[in-house]
């Protein structure tokens, strides 16, 4: 893809403003009904997705050139998705995200980039991982569980992929644990790989496409190599990028095809439908969920689709063969939902943005490393929503949602709980 | 011209330096515009850029910027939520200041008397949220929950789908802060002499005949910064259950409430339909809705549109389902309403009056468009209006021609050479082909009835420079079409005008019927933008225009 290749989304945009809210239709108060926090904290309308576009087609028509504004305007995003669930509500012919994501690229292959991003991808060819942290200590968050370790020619088709700010943050350690605790207890046979590789789905935002491409076959080609047919991760950020990245890098008909990927709380689901999981212990406590927008959103399965546009009925846009329709309603809701709901004691209130129409947590799109306030306001924000619902636990999915919030909450003095779902689970087991 | 280093710190001063910008990319945000297009050199979709795009948190700081504007001979040009290219600066020999008022988004509902106050970035969808909580409801104009509810109450008629039932804006507002062009801070009506939000005409001044715009913030004068306006009584629920999946989300019909598609067998019918259920005083939300994806191809949009996991490309193949093309000919003088009852007695009432409108004028229920599922879909759509944009959803492009309003029986007179104009134009395929008649409206736009408008929906494509020519071709037949049968032109004028030099604007409006009109809106203006910062599209003829 190419920035010309969104030009008629920018031309058939119609700035009717629709990506600044979550879907009205669902919209309950006034208080939250914003939907983009990039357009909320920086307010021009060019930090909106169809400020973007706006800004993607001066660029195209030399009415402008790159400067530093402009690289804040495409970076200065959380990538969450609102915008394309709330822009198609009324269209089928706009990609909105995708459009999002090619600027970054386009900016990134001139060099213009955020301060901090060099040496972010640093840190990846480096040291493998973003955080720039030695990978020898990548599995050290399971010493003293007694897991299966992938070794050189070991066949294990289960693989509990724990990512990178799992394995490495200290402060998000007993939520990695506590899943394979309860993965454990359920008697499910999975291996950790001492040597995980990170899945390179930051790079793919920040504009590195060949860094990600590079990451994606390698990992693939491990995978394939180890035997591995499904794939279990607690990172949200993972998740999306091995279901939806991944095949588009891998290709159709790929040697290395993407294994079957699942979310810890889809996998605990399971375990608790089919009775392998029997909670027992009482929880008493009021929480609310958090949709992670890697799990939620951008956890929808990918569609490969190789197509045109074509006009019918004179000037109506559509797609041959129909263009893949990633509407975000499809992502992953139910499941974590359905194992808070059978932990004997715990009260699930929803937040009033919830599913496809929940506020980001703010950690997304690289905001948290390159746009700390911005990421801060925006984890504050969803911080005084869940405190809104009267739960006593803020109940997510994801590592950098957790990370995020319980800095929030320790920031602002606010008497909430931070959990991981599976940290739930395993208290009542 | 850019603006002065020396005005730009000022406005930093005012607003803070991070709410100011003069940034070529960021002003482009402001210049791009839906219908430039339409009206501007080589098609472009840029209107004029802006010399600075300046957000305001305060009346204080609004008036601040706006003594600036006089000092520097900058136009101020404020919007709301945006949206229509008459929202961007008009003119290129103008230096034009962008106020964007998102920063201005403050409400407050006094629940015992049903007075909403809201700030400029306050929308319907939120107000509309708010109010039903409390047991009251707003009205939404016809443009969606989307935009501004103070810019459709001060500077617009304020109408909508729901207006038949509650009024418009303009009639329910109750007071309003305003920011003259010369920097003057008016209020208006009770507010105005401190007794509060309980009549906007006063005692204090009333200024409703000389303020307002015509649509948005097309033709208004200085910058509103608040305004009250009258909610109307909800008698539903006060949660908002909504269920399903986007895009088509469902609300469940309250049992006081009936939700109907409503078929007719001739425009004369469907003028006499309209009459009655005025006369009658039934009707909580009337419109003339689905109609806008075209009376060949609309009942089968709307059963893709309410089905996930379908698409456009998906509406040959429905129409060719059984059924379906007996349903296109059914539902071609259609249209919805939304009954409310306050009590299970009074909704039966409706429903039998109702019933007998129909036996008399020979209309019909759609039977299939009042299923559960259509039907739950129909009572969101109209009740919250959150699916506005579907104007856009064949190829991006919409823009509406005719719209002229008067009673039943003069708009029925202007269907028939609406449809065949549209017909004749989209033949060549340059415009969406979806029935000569895609021509959507209010029931009517004032209370108790009396004043509907169909506005023909027209789509083209706005990356596709032949389609985008035919839309203009369209919009200039439409005017010849009109004046043809002794009809007024409609909508498209007032897009097509926005491209228009200044000189023949002030001719066009020196030679309208009633030029003294515009004669004392200059004195008006004369009185209150002395230096000429206002919108230039504010209606009145220069002295040396005056015919």
Redesign the interface.
């Known amino acids: 893809m190419a920035l010309e290749d969104f030009?008629?989304d920018a031309?058939?945009?119609?700035?009717?403003?629709?990506c600044k809210?979550i879907?009205?239709?669902?919209?309950?108060?006034?208080q939250f009904?914003k939907g983009c926090p990039s357009v909320d904290y920086n307010?021009?309308?060019?930090y909106s997705a169809g400020?973007r576009l706006?800004?993607m087609?001066?660029?195209m028509q030399g009415?402008?050139?790159v400067?530093d504004?402009?690289v804040d305007?495409a970076f200065k995003c959380q990538l969450c998705g609102n915008c394309d669930?709330a822009c198609?509500?009324?269209?089928?012919?706009?990609e909105p995200l995708a459009a999002l994501r090619e600027f970054r690229r386009t900016l990134n292959e001139q060099g213009r980039v955020p301060e901090v991003y060099p040496k972010l991808i640093g840190n990846l060819r480096e040291a493998g991982n973003f955080a720039g942290l030695p990978q020898a200590d990548k599995a050290t968050w399971a010493d003293g569980l007694g897991l299966k370790r992938l070794g050189a020619g070991a066949k294990a088709p289960v693989l509990f992929h724990a990512g990178c700010r799992f394995s490495f943050d200290p402060t998000l350690r007993s939520a990695v644990r506590a899943a394979a605790n309860v993965f454990t207890k359920a008697g499910v046979d999975f291996s950790i790989d001492p040597d995980e590789a990170c899945c390179a789905g930051k790079a793919y935002d920040m504009g590195y496409r060949d860094d990600f491409t590079t990451a994606a076959a390698a990992n693939l080609e491990n995978w394939a190599t180890a035997g591995i047919t499904t794939i279990v991760t607690p990172c949200a950020t993972c998740y999306s990028t091995f279901k939806r990245l991944y095949p588009d890098a891998a290709g159709p008909g790929a040697d290395t095809p993407v294994p079957e990927i699942l979310h810890t709380t889809q996998l605990a689901d399971r375990l608790l439908k089919d009775g392998s999981l029997k909670p027992s212990k009482r929880v008493p406590l009021s929480v609310t969920y958090h949709d992670p927008c890697h799990l939620g959103r951008q956890g929808e399965d990918y569609e490969a689709w190789n197509g045109k546009e074509v006009?019918?009925?004179?000037?109506?846009?559509?797609?041959?063969p129909?263009?893949p329709?990633y509407?975000?309603?499809n992502g992953v809701y139910d499941a974590p939902r359905d194992v808070l709901r059978a932990i004997p004691g715990v009260e699930l209130v929803e937040m009033e943005r919830s599913r496809?129409g929940a506020w980001c947590c703010g950690a997304g799109g690289n905001v948290r490393e390159a746009y700390p306030e911005f990421n801060a306001w925006t984890a504050g924000k969803r911080v005084e929503e869940a405190k809104s619902t009267g739960a006593e636990a803020l109940v997510t999915a994801c590592s950098g949602c957790e990370k995020n919030f319980a800095e929030a909450v320790a920031t602002g003095g606010i008497d909430l709980e931070v959990l991981d779902v599976l940290e739930l689970l395993e208290r009542s087991l | 011209m850019p603006i002065s280093d020396e005005a730009y710190a000022a406005l930093e001063d005012i607003v803070g330096k991070e709410n100011v910008s003069r940034n070529p990319a960021i002003m482009d945000g402001y210049a791009f515009q839906w219908l430039a297009d339409l009206v501007r050199p080589n098609l472009s979709h840029f209107m004029p850029r802006p010399v600075a795009a300046v957000m305001p948190a305060s009346t204080e700081e609004v008036q601040a910027v706006v003594r600036l504007a006089n000092k520097y001979k900058l136009k101020v040009k404020p919007h709301g939520t945006g949206w229509y290219h008459w929202a961007a600066p008009i003119n290129d020999e103008h230096d034009t200041m962008q106020l964007d008022m998102r920063r201005m988004n403050k409400m407050e509902i006094d629940e015992k008397n049903g007075i909403a106050i809201v700030e400029p970035y306050v929308i319907h969808a939120q107000l509309h949220a708010e109010a039903i909580k409390r047991g009251w409801t707003c009205t939404i104009i016809g443009a969606g929950c989307s935009c501004s509810v103070l810019a459709a109450a001060c500077a617009f008629a304020g109408m909508g789908p729901a207006g038949f039932w509650m009024g418009g804006h303009s009639e329910n507002l109750l007071g309003m802060e305003w920011v003259t062009p010369s920097g003057e801070i008016v209020r208006s009506g009770s507010f105005g002499s401190g007794a509060g939000y309980v009549c906007g005409e006063g005692p204090g001044p009333s200024v409703r005949g000389v303020m307002r715009g015509s649509i948005g913030q097309r033709g208004g004068l200085g910058v509103f910064t608040r305004c009250a306006v009258k909610l109307a009584h909800w008698p539903g629920r006060t949660d908002w259950p909504v269920t399903g999946t986007v895009p088509a989300y469902r609300l469940p019909i309250d049992e006081t409430f009936r939700v109907y598609t409503l078929a007719m067998p001739s425009w004369d019918a469907w003028a006499d339909a309209y009459h009655k259920i005025y006369d009658n005083e039934i009707g909580f939300i009337f419109h003339r809705q689905f109609n806008l994806a075209g009376a060949d191809l609309a009942p089968a949009f709307w059963l893709m549109y309410t089905d996930p996991t379908k698409q456009l490309s998906d509406v040959p193949a429905i129409l060719e389902e059984p059924g379906v093309a007996e349903l296109t000919e059914e539902m071609r003088m259609s249209f919805q309403i939304v009954l409310a009852g306050r009590s299970k007695a009074d909704i039966e009432l409706q429903d039998q009056v109702l019933d007998d409108i129909l036996a008399e004028v020979g209309g019909w229920k759609v039977e299939r468009y009042c299923e559960k599922d259509m039907a739950e879909f129909t009572n969101l759509a109209l009740n919250r209006l959150g699916h506005k944009h579907l104007n856009f959803v064949w190829a991006g492009g919409y823009l509406g021609s005719w719209m002229q309003a008067g009673p039943p029986d003069w708009v029925k007179g202007y269907v028939p050479t609406a449809s065949a104009g549209l017909e004749r134009d989209a033949k060549d395929g340059l415009l969406v082909q979806c029935g000569g008649d895609a021509m959507m409206g209010p029931g009517s736009a004032y209370p108790g009835g009396g004043n509907t408008c169909l506005e023909q929906f027209v789509s083209y494509d706005p990356a596709d420079e032949a389609s985008t020519r035919a839309g203009i071709k369209h919009m200039e037949d439409a005017i010849t079409d009109a004046v043809s049968i002794g009809y007024p032109p409609g909508k498209e004028a007032a897009y097509l005008e926005m491209g228009h030099s200044d000189d023949r604007i002030f001719k066009d409006w020196a030679g309208a019927k009633q030029p003294f009109t515009f004669i004392f809106q200059r004195k008006f203006k004369e009185h209150v933008d002395p230096n000429d910062v206002g919108d230039r599209m504010y209606n009145y003829i220069p002295e040396e225009y005056e015919p």
């Open positions: 030009k008629a031309l058939r945009c119609t700035r009717c403003s629709y809210w879907p009205f239709d669902l919209v309950k108060s006034h009904a307010h021009f309308h060019s400020g706006v800004t087609l001066s660029l009415r402008s050139e400067d504004t402009v305007v669930v198609k509500v009324c269209r089928y012919d706009m006009k019918i009925y004179g000037q109506a846009v559509v797609y041959d129909p263009r329709r509407i975000g309603a496809e």
